[in-house]
């Protein structure tokens, strides 16, 4: 059985979530940006629980409800950096969220208040609105969740992003776009209505069930799976997104994504460009992100604001091993030796973390090369290799290669001239498959080396 990468168990109280650390602004390839930029975080900012960000502010919630505002006066502010008196001070706030210039709060005695810019009546929140459990601003209109599952919405509705859906209930949260409008029902599956786009903004996909979590701009939904995956569809979508595992938390920008995985790392997909999937390499221990919208306006850079939670919400015990991963193994987040090998594959448990192998099966891509001999000779545990053979090269002749093949699949050959060192090197890619063998025939003219042992590997592509 292999090992499964649990996510981590993130609670709420409301809709703010409960696990709390200090904020770290940076831009899109994760470099913190510095004092002088008007996004940098005010000084002894801790206690996060919570972050959204509009166009011109950042918002964040500390654990005692407090809402603390900062940005830059741009001409794109509209007020959105001064919020109503009712949201501050010893208010206790449960969510706050804006994607362009207005925001929305959500007060813990269920009260909803909304300002910034009113085109269109965006902040204009029905008077006898109440017992809110949920709320989201969008690009013009705003959404709120009563406790009984009832959706209220406001705002521009030239494409029907505030046309609830007759007989939409069971709610539970919601997600304002630039244009449409996202529930998700207490049965894990969600419900979208506005613009259309031609449908691919409202066709949801199939394997859009079990979601845990909401989030959408303009053009494009992601939903997060209870499994840890990423359900995403709609028009001017980053790309690669359905191949994420792992993940606990998302965000939505405006071209551009970011997930937060289970290990504390977060990814940025679609940046610089639509293909793009990058794990941001100065960002660690963090478990919720907020984008803006990642263009410029008024010569407002993309940013991402990242709660960072202490070490310890990761490695209770310090021993290089996160919670989630010994939890998995061994049941309690303190119970694995990072020095043990309980699968026999010559990787410790902490090598075995590192390198994301399964510490209980010697073959994690069941190929029929152990974690550690792959490590050792140089291939790569987590890739099914379908085969290494060794043969002396002669200067001239064909080789052939035979290996078991499965329909779908694709191929590459690589080589190396010592096995336990140096990297492989590619010698011919997108071999299909012609199942239930291929063969392919190769001749080494190439300056490998005359009568030169030659070892080659087999490998399916991702």
């Not at 992003?161 to 939409?168: A, D, H, N, R």
């Amino acid at each position: 059985m292999k090992f499964l990468l649990l996510s981590a168990v993130v609670f709420a109280v409301g809709t703010a979530f409960a696990i709390s650390g200090y904020v770290v602004v940076t831009d899109l390839d994760g470099q913190p940006v510095p004092p002088t930029d008007p996004f940098y975080p005010p000084t002894g900012l801790t206690n996060v629980v919570s972050v959204a960000v509009p166009w011109t502010a950042m918002f964040a919630i500390k654990a005692n409800g407090q809402l603390v505002v900062w940005g830059t006066a741009s001409n794109w502010n509209w007020g959105i950096l001064t919020p109503p008196s009712s949201v501050l001070g010893t208010a206790v706030i449960l969510k706050v969220h804006g994607i362009a210039a207005h925001a929305v709060a959500l007060r813990n005695d269920g009260k909803v208040f909304a300002w910034g810019y009113n085109g269109m009546g965006r902040t204009n929140v029905p008077p006898a609105l109440d017992n809110v459990v949920d709320v989201s601003a969008g690009g013009e209109h705003t959404l709120a969740v009563r406790n009984d599952g009832t959706v209220y919405a406001w705002g521009n509705n030239v494409y029907g992003q505030t046309s609830v859906p007759s007989g939409l209930v069971n709610v539970i949260k919601v997600a304002a776009g630039g244009w449409h409008s996202v529930a998700l029902k207490n049965d894990g599956t969600p419900a979208v209505w506005g613009l259309t786009g031609g449908g691919p903004i409202t066709n949801i996909p199939p394997e859009a069930s079990n979601i845990t979590e909401i989030a959408c701009t303009s053009g494009y939904t992601l939903a997060l799976r209870s499994d840890g995956r990423i359900i995403a569809w709609g028009l001017s979508l980053p790309t690669n997104i359905n191949s994420l595992s792992n993940i606990v938390s998302i965000a939505a920008g405006y071209t551009v994504a970011a997930a937060v995985r289970n290990d504390g790392r977060v990814i940025v997909l679609g940046w610089p460009n639509y293909t793009n999937i990058m794990i941001l390499p100065n960002l660690t221990n963090v478990v919720r992100v907020a984008l803006n919208r990642d263009q410029f306006y008024d010569s407002m850079p993309p940013r991402l604001i990242a709660i960072v939670a202490p070490s310890s919400h990761f490695d209770q015990d310090g021993d290089g091993l996160h919670n989630w991963w010994e939890s998995n193994l061994c049941g309690t987040a303190t119970c694995a030796n990072p020095g043990d090998d309980p699968d026999g594959d010559g990787l410790s448990n902490l090598s075995e973390f590192e390198l994301g192998t399964s510490p209980t099966l010697a073959d994690s891509d069941e190929d029929s090369y152990s974690d550690g001999y792959e490590v050792q000779t140089g291939t790569n545990p987590l890739v099914f290799e379908s085969t290494i053979r060794a043969f002396v090269d002669t200067g001239g002749g064909t080789e052939l290669l035979a290996w078991s093949s499965k329909s779908g699949e694709v191929y590459s050959v690589w080589y190396k001239t010592n096995l336990l060192s140096g990297p492989w090197t590619l010698l011919t890619n997108g071999i299909a498959a012609t199942p239930p063998t291929n063969v392919l025939g190769y001749a080494f003219k190439h300056g490998l080396g005359h009568h030169r042992t030659i070892y080659i590997r087999i490998q399916k592509n991702p």
